[in-house]
């Protein structure tokens, strides 16, 4: 027969170090007719070689001319390994050179592909394509019957581990002659539970996980584990992902292995909203939006939404504009705003241009040159919003026409827009002209950058940066990237987010938004909000919306005094009327008195109400009136009088008064000298009388008291005897002389010294005066006897 060599090949689709099953014995020549041909396997004991295949290849032409499947499952003939073998018939196996075969899983895959007697490449088959390897034995014509090619040696666990040896009786199905087997050592090994997802509870940032205590294997000692990262079981877990590692080390080898786990903790609490109720008035459509801002009393900010699909429309200021003058990489100083800006969450009323291409909020904050910078970054410059960040240089010259930076604030309060403006500013060192503008937008906040032209290369940076450089927002392309422009409209607009346990929420969603006139009155308004675990939270409020009313004839305020002697004022002023385009309103009187009637002193409020389905607006002024009339004042005219008999007047009271609208009690009278005052005979004393009411009006009055010192004794006792009554009087008084004297005449003297009236008789004892035709106030009454002389006082009423 002719010689064979017999080649092997070891291949698999992974990289393996060992083989749990491989071709451990064969026999395929011998003298004389082939007998006892054979294939065997051996691996671990307890594998089921079900659906294993030989594949025999011809080496002629590399295409397969068998197939022969093995069946059952390995026994445990030596330390947990086992063999067994398929057997062909004579000359089932072919003598090559070369030939082979291939040993194929239950899967498919080739798991070794052996040759004898040289190499071949499968043609077909599951080895197409492969390569086989001589193992370096072989069998011929000369080889014994009953003999095969074998591994032998060990212990082993791997076809690597033995050699091949010929010429040795065969043992199909039994460990080999000289082979001897090694249990397969498993390493050591840590096995953690499987990472987990747990929600907190609502209303809690953290949850309480357990998890099992990891698993240790393998042929090693290891004295238990070691937890080196994370949270222990039952611990409390925050909000996020935790990651928990564990080591195990083999007392043996000293060799550590490790697993790790992950617990993720999901925010199970809804976002905080807390609503207010609001009031709206429709426009001149009847029509009104409201937004979550509106409705919502605890927004905070929530980052920034750019838009780039707006209208490019930047704004003419070259009149009116302020220059400002910056040299190559230079800051300005502290420019304002014109009105208060919030830039991410945070007030600013002054701002501050490079040369480089940005703005700025922060005082003492670099140029940034000489590129764009990348954002978010924490270096300076930060508090910023980048139009064309680069190396800018708008001091190389050629004003007016070209490197121009001048801003401008624009219109009226509560709209009014910051224009910030690089007009054909030079790339350093010269050309690439820059023409950009940056618009701040009053109450809104938002920023809006209109460039005409930005055609240079280079690393330009756009977007906006916060205080510290933690947050930005770049447009995209243009962060620290080659970019240009034309007629380009980018917008970054503030969002409003309420607070949550994940970081603030934008997600917010009110249930109606639009009012119009069906609207009219009070609607409860639903607003939720949705955090990104899907967690919700609501809150109602009540959104009254009024209509729109333009009243016309509403009075203003009116201001008024006082007639005289009376505590009121009759005042008159129109009816208003009222139209809206929700339909004609109903005007009712709601508060004050009607037109002509008297308003007493003080503050009245008159109010229009103008009624709409139910909803009023109001129409209202005031109507002040003060109290201008003086007190009046009981004043004497000038006095004559005469001493007592030590010589000396004693001073009475004239302080009596009255008001319109102030009571006797609460009118505040002074007199100067008091009541009471004694002076003496022959002197002229000026008495003052002031009277001061709630309103604070004063009256006066002076008048002078004449001690006459040529009246007698005899005048003081006539004083004394003469009494008159009623006084206060309204008509008739009655004059008593109860003296020795006999009177011979009587004058009535107002305060002014003018005597209305006068009587000569001789009374002896009573007679009468007619006061009915006077005026109300006060007089004096002079009686003149025959050597003696007074005057008595009366108050006429």
Known sequence: MKKITLLCMFLMTAVLSAQTVFVNEIHYDNSGTDSGEAIEIAGTAGTDVSGWSIVRYNGSNGNMYGMDNFVGTLPDQDNGFGTT??????????????????????????????????????????????????????????????????????PGSASGDFTWVGG????????????????????????????????????????????????????????????????????????????????????????????????????????????????????????????ASDILSNTIFGGY???????????????????????????????????????????????????????????????????GQFIPNTNNPNNLIAFAWEDLDPGNGGQPAINLVRYNTIGSAPNRILVMEFFNVDHFPSGDAVTSQVHLFEGSNKIEIHTTAQPAGGSHTQGLENADG????????RNAQAWTVSNDYVSFTPQVAVPDNDGPTTDIVLDMTDFTCADAGDNTVTVTATDSNGNTSSCTATVSVIPEVSFANCAVDIFTGTGSGVCSAVITFPTPTATSVCGAPVITQTAGPASGSAFPV???????????NGVATFCSFNVTVTDTDLPQLDCPGDLIVSADDSGNYTIEDYTAATDNCTSASNIVTTQEPAAGTVVEEGSTTTVTVTATDEAGNVAS?????????????????????????????????????????????????????RVVFSKT????????????????GIYFVQISADNSQTVKRVVKQ
Request: with cysteine.
């Open 85 to 154: 073998s398929i057997s062909y018939p004579t000359n089932g196996l072919q003598n090559g050179a070369p030939d082979g075969f291939a040993l194929v899983n239950n899967t498919g895959v080739v798991v070794q592909f052996l040759s004898y007697e040289g190499t071949l490449t499968a043609n077909d088959g599951p080895a197409a394509g492969m390569t086989s390897t001589d193992i370096g034995i072989s069998e011929n014509s000369g080889t014994a019957a009953g003999t095969s090619l074998q591994l032998t040696g060990g």
């Open 168 to 291: 040795v009786a065969q043992s199909f199905g039994a460990v080999n002659a000289g082979q001897s087997f090694a249990a397969v050592m498993t390493p050591c090994a840590i096995s953690c539970p499987p990472s987990m997802t747990v929600t907190a509870m609502p209303g809690m940032t953290s949850a309480v996980v357990t998890y099992a205590d990891p698993t240790l294997s393998g042929d090693c000692t290891m004295a238990g584990f070691t937890q080196t990262a994370g949270l222990a079981s039952g611990a409390s877990f925050p909000l996020g992902a935790t990651t928990n590692t564990f080591e195990a080390v083999d007392e043996n080898t000293g060799a550590t292995v490790s697993c790790s786990f992950i617990v993720t903790v999901n925010d199970g609490t809804g976002p905080e909203v807390v609503c207010q109720d609001i009031t709206v008035t429709l426009d001149a459509n009847g029509e009104a939006s409201i937004g």
């Open 305 to 371: 939404e750019i838009d780039q699909t707006g209208t490019f429309a930047p704004i003419d200021i070259s009149s009116g504009a302020t220059n400002v003058s910056l040299g190559d990489d230079q800051v300005s100083g502290s420019l304002p705003i014109g009105f208060d800006f919030n830039f991410y969450g945070n007030d600013y009323s002054n701002f501050f241009i490079s040369s480089n291409g940005f703005i700025t909020f922060n005082a003492g904050t670099n140029s940034g040159c000489c590129s």
């Open 470 to 477: 933690t947050e930005a927002i770049a447009t995209p392309g």
């Open 602 to 612: 003080g503050t009245t409020l008159v109010e229009f109400t103008a009624d709409i």
């Open 701 to 753: 009055c002076t008048f002078d008291i004449l001690v006459d010192s040529t009246l007698s004794v005899s005048d003081q006792e006539l004083s004394s005897s003469i009494a008159i009554y009623p006084n206060p009087t309204r008509d008739v008084i009655t004059v008593s002389n109860n003296s020795n004297a006999v009177v011979r005449s009587m004058s009535i003297v107002d305060v002014s010294g």
């Open 761 to 776: 008789a001789d009374i002896s004892t009573t007679t009468t005066l007619d006061f009915s035709n006077l005026a109300a």
